[in-house]
């Protein structure tokens, strides 16, 4: 047997990764199964697909090919999930504008994704009017709408979303296609510059649901997503396609409910009447929620949330779990379909308090499955997982971007050493949790591993001299990089806190192992004040200056 | 945009789906968690993939290359799991011997899949000693044994297993390659001819895994496999890989128990000690164990037991369900892989009766997520899910063999009009559950649908007047067949029953809608006796030969 490779000519055996088998061959196959949108639309699966079915004749009746690229300005709703599964079983590319982008960002965006269809919810009428003038490529606009009467427009669209399905055939025969076919591209929004464009294939997709679907099914005692869950998105559809969830909760089979733009009180209403048990959101909107005068008349003791897009802070973990609101952390980006991990706890830890609980509910967490997660050190080489040696967050995965859409230097960066670099710092523990303290900016490489600048700073801080402290990295020729600690000692103590001290101070820390033994090479330097930008951060890029 | 085909390039972000990463990226990384064979071994994740580089490097030091197959003659233990892992993870095929064929099918097999190195137990000596003088291809052999004396034999073995595991470097670096490279091989046995091969990929293999940890961990109430349980296979590992569920435990992370070959009182003691919460097997040995004189003093309730390999009847399922053992049915076959369906059952269903229960856990069951399985009427198009209407089971899935080795003329029948064909007759209701009742050589095709013989007998047998009955098939120029019901009527009913007054009954029935409309083309012919097979079953041959 001389050639174990199995010949790559497509048979009936050959069985594509495709999003239609999430729709079509799920956990749970229950037609009468609910899909709800606000007060607007009640369904279920059957007609969920069917009309993705009626969709699919419309686009193809308005001449989407396969490969052409069909964007959708809308808040989250049915017509949305309806949208993720029939553009990519069509062949077509499913562009999620980002509708919280300036203008002429979304033109921008519009322009670079080629988009061949858009279709919009006629609360974007305003900004869609503003730059149409300077689409080009846009062949055919169609209107998504809540309201009963047409709206007043210029814009020549092509039908009203719901008038089109209704006339379309219900039937339609999705073809198999290979499954590295490009499913979704959006745009994500950095620092500097234009928004960047990544994108997924259909395998992608299929392989990040069931990587998702395993991690919390699998959990015990809390954090779980099972069949007879009651799933609401609660970050947009169109950021990472909600995070995934809207497939993964689609392939599970269980009721979808979607809430279309995110107000507070609508929000409680649904998660009340709905009974949803499952969500995903962002540490702003469940503060915004908990804060809410009818938070506190509602039960949301139950509710399983994934927190993500930010850490979530102690305060926000601990009054959560207070309402018994089981939130864990959901770790991820972008370019990462997102989700790379999650901080579930073991049943021995969901017996501790809810203080010791935080501790680990605010962890990035532990990889998904598949996810080849490293904190890497030198050659993106993996580093002890002893809770201490600290090092960049790379990683391999099926179900990440391949780089930047038309974006060739920017891609070779993000993927340089066959890891993507999420520029997070972090540790890792025996049990495998991550835990992110940095970005890469803001560390030090000291004799080839990282020193977190924010926890030598912490460090310097706990010491009762220190009012104020800056850590930044200065040259050495020996050790590539040593910390500098500038230092502003507490009024009483200037003139008597030495230096040698202060050293002495953070070398106690790593004597007891509770950071990495690098810090002992910090330098400090007593100075008069930090300086610090307009918003009243400290200004590392003014003190490199200064002092190196 | 007019190619959305990502080109397939091997690049960073290409991730193939490979066995190695159900090892290194499991759903738990916890590497202090049991491994346990019989009394004989107690490990741990972390010496498993130790163990594994070593045997990696024990393998490729004996000379086998990508390409090259491994065959294992074992009873369950932790080192067929390390070969589970490192055979495929150095790119060879891994060929489990079916250790109950008779010498010269192993023989065949061993020839036929022209194995290059064989693994053997020591128990297995004198089989191997009778055939080893025919066994051209092999080119070495490895000592398996639990004994702490080498054992007597000519055999010129290259060495013992765990010396050499004991010699051999302990880091191995595995490579990357095709994700539809063959990782296993195994002989499926049937009623006549030599045994056929199938083969398994790595993608494959991972897919198949994902599938089945999706179905089970997503249940609720019952029936389900998760981070904290712990696994016992009690179905051989040279079948179908165990139904493929090392390959789910390992990538769960759980505590796994092996228990060689399968002696009740071993089991129950192992199940007892090791708190083993997770299984499967066949009928026959639950049954050997329940009825097992220690089985009353041990606990069983909690044990969650996949049936396969054979229908579980009411009586074994309810005397289970007695016990506390939470059993439900798993189907599929060698062919695929093997799992395509479970029978677990909602919250709701868990409130019926054990009784009610019973006919639920013993169907066919749902199918996996991924798996497109059709009941399948003409053009294998899905017939209705409303119960009564009966086709063959016919699948697709990612993790289906290919055909047979070497046997195309197999494979064509098996895969004839793109889908997998199971042999298997069935029904399903309107939430997906199958239930076979048939083979497709039981059953007699009316007007292009299914007619179970086996189902049309039972109702015949209803009737109060009828002693014996058998249906076959009787060729019809207008309806393709039509079944012929040769009956024996009861002592006392001869000549009183008409055979008028029988095809009513059946029609009676298929009014209800219990079974399908078809039965009611169904002649009547009373008979004498009904001729018999040797065994004493009903001789459909020579009653065709007779009647038609």
């Known amino acids: 047997m001389s050639d174990p490779l199995i010949p790559r000519t497509p048979s009936a055996y050959d069985y594509p990764l495709l999003i239609k088998n999430l729709l079509f061959c799920p956990v749970v196959d229950n037609p009468d199964q609910e899909i709800v949108y606000r007060d607007l639309y009640r369904g279920t699966y059957r007609g969920l697909r069917e009309r993705v079915r009626r969709l699919a004749s419309v686009l193809t009746g308005l001449g989407v090919k396969p490969g052409d690229t069909v964007a959708v300005m809308d808040w989250d709703s049915h017509r949305y999930l309806e949208l993720f599964f029939a553009v990519p079983m069509i062949g077509a590319v499913l562009h999620t504008i980002n509708v919280r982008l300036s203008p002429e960002q979304i033109l921008y965006t519009i322009d670079h994704a080629e988009d061949d269809l858009l279709l919009v919810n006629s609360e974007f009428l305003p900004i ?83 990587g998702v679907m395993t991690a919390l099914s699998t959990a015990v005692g809390h954090g779980t997503f099972r069949r007879t869950d009651v799933y609401m998105p609660i970050t947009p559809m169109f950021h ?117 609980q935080a501790t680990i509910r605010c962890k990035t967490g532990q990889a998904l499955p598949l996810v080849d997660l490293r904190v890497a050190g030198g050659e993106l080489r993996e580093l002890p997982r002893d809770g201490v040696s600290s090092g960049e967050i790379v990683v391999r995965a099926p179900w990440l971007t391949q780089g930047y859409l038309k974006d ?51 460090i310097f801080a706990h010491h009762p001299a220190v009012a104020e402290v800056a850590v930044i990295g200065q040259p050495d020729e020996k050790w590539g990089e040593r910390p500098l600690a500038l230092v502003v000692a507490k009024p009483g103590e200037a003139g008597r806190v030495t230096e040698k001290e202060l050293v002495h101070h953070v070398r106690e820390y790593a004597d007891k192992g509770v950071v990495s033994k690098q810090v002992v090479l910090a330098r400090v330097r007593l100075v008069e004040a930090i300086d610090k930008t307009s918003v009243g951060k400290t200004n590392k890029v003014a003190l490199r200056e200064k002092y190196l």
Chains 1, 2 share one sequence.
């Open 128 to 210: 869609l009017e503003q730059i149409r003038g300077r689409l080009d490529a846009v062949q055919g606009y169609v209107l998504l709408t809540d309201e009963a009467k047409a709206p007043e427009t210029a814009i020549p669209f092509l039908g009203e979303y719901e008038a089109l399905l209704a006339a379309a055939a219900p039937e339609f025969e999705f073809p198999d296609f290979d499954e590295n076919t490009r499913a979704t591209t959006f745009y994500t929004t950095g620092t500097t510059g234009m928004p960047k464009g990544v994108y997924f294939s259909h395998r992608q997709l299929v392989l990040h649901s069931f």
């Open 240 to 356: 990472v396609h909600a995070w995934g969830m809207p497939y993964v909760a689609s392939m599970l089979g269980v009721k979808q409910v979607y809430p279309g733009r995110y107000v507070p009180d609508q929000l409680l209403e649904l998660i009340e009447r709905e009974k949803v048990t499952f969500s995903h959101c962002v540490p702003t909107i469940l503060h915004m929620l908990l804060k809410h005068p009818h938070a506190e008349r509602i039960d949301l003791s139950g509710w399983k949330v994934i927190i993500g897009g930010a850490a979530m802070s102690r305060t926000l973990c601990l009054e959560a779990l207070r309402r018994g609101i089981d939130v864990f952390t959901g770790y991820g980006m972008s370019e990462t379909c997102p989700i790379l991990s999650l901080s579930h706890l073991t049943p021995e830890m969901l017996e501790l308090s809810p203080e010791e």
């Open 408 to 458: 060739h230097k920017a891609s070779e960066r993000l993927w340089d050493g066959g890891y993507l670099h999420t520029g997070d710092v972090a540790v890792r523990d025996g049990l495998g949790y991550v835990r992110i303290t940095d970005r890469t900016k803001d560390v030090i490489k000291v004799a080839g591993e990282w020193v977190s600048s924010l926890e030598l700073e912490d």
